[in-house]
């Protein structure tokens, strides 16, 4: 094998276990790949017991560990059975909050079903997540709790009341449990990406702009000011940097990944 060839020995895994919530799919399942390549066995908690197990079967199939695990993370009581059927055969190292649906709509148009919903898989999703691990953490000498929020919840963004609610939760709640949780060396941060072109956009641009999917996706495009979407890997590489030992000194931070969205507008 070429030095060339040779995987980096910076942000390397091996040792640790990372549980994904959603990595059945877009960035949680990019996230799994990325992490699997780096030496961490992979646990795939998501709803959708089939795109968990292929998941599994890519990461295997390339000579890396991972499991499925079928968790609805709406439900405390499912997610503190998956979580002690892991505990009880291993230390989980790294928690990442991914499972989450998007909404679009204003305070006017959003029922009260769909802001309940968007509340329980969003918000309470990942409070039941951490709820979970964070005694199995302290019990264990620390962790890493990485959750994927939005710019979404720290800039006014039309059309995206409840999604926007939510990942403002999220983003105050990673503040929360990281000051909470330095005696017990737990570092919990967040990432808020703009736009990422993931299977959820382009089924919302079939819906919603039969015949027009290619115009509506380069409008939403460039609606960043990089003129593009961040594609899942790029966020998988940045939750690699944050769940590895070369970021031990950060923690509380919520990062944002927004193509210049946030300091280069207008």
Do not use: W
């Not at 305070?107 to 964070?134: P, Q, W």
């Not at 089924?203 to 919603?208: C, I, Q, V």
Request: hydrophobic share 40%.
């Amino acid at each position: 094998m070429s030095k060339e060839s040779l995987p980096s020995r910076d942000f390397r895994l091996e040792g640790k276990v990372a549980a994904i919530t959603g990595a059945g799919s877009g960035i949680g399942q990019a996230i799994a790949r990325k992490f699997a390549e780096h030496g961490a066995a992979i646990r795939v908690l998501d709803i959708n017991e089939k795109a968990a197990a292929e998941t599994c079967k890519e990461i295997t199939a390339t000579g890396g560990e991972a499991s499925a695990h079928l968790c609805d993370v709406t439900s405390q009581s499912q997610v503190n059975s998956v979580f002690s059927e892991l505990f009880a055969r291993e230390r989980v190292h790294v928690l990442i909050n991914n499972a989450g649906v998007s909404h679009i709509g204003t305070v006017e148009s959003t029922s009260e079903e769909e802001f309940d919903r968007l509340f329980r898989i969003n918000v309470k999703g990942f409070y039941n997540c951490m709820h979970a691990c964070v005694p199995h953490m302290h019990a264990n000498g620390g962790g890493v709790i990485l959750s994927i929020a939005s710019i979404a919840g720290s800039s006014g963004l039309a059309d995206r009341f409840a999604y926007s609610m939510t990942k403002g939760a999220v983003i105050a709640m990673t503040y929360s449990v990281a000051r909470d949780h330095l005696a017990s060396n737990i570092r919990c941060n967040c990432i808020s990406p703009a736009r990422v072109h993931t299977p959820f956009v382009d089924d919302y641009l079939r819906r919603a702009y039969p015949g027009q999917e290619q115009e509506m996706f380069a409008k939403l495009s460039k609606s960043q000011p990089i003129g593009r979407m961040a594609e899942p890997k790029e966020v998988a590489s940045l939750a690699l940097f944050l769940c590895s030992d070369e970021a031990s000194f950060i923690t509380g931070v919520d990062y944002p990944l927004d193509g210049g969205f946030f300091n280069l507008r207008g």
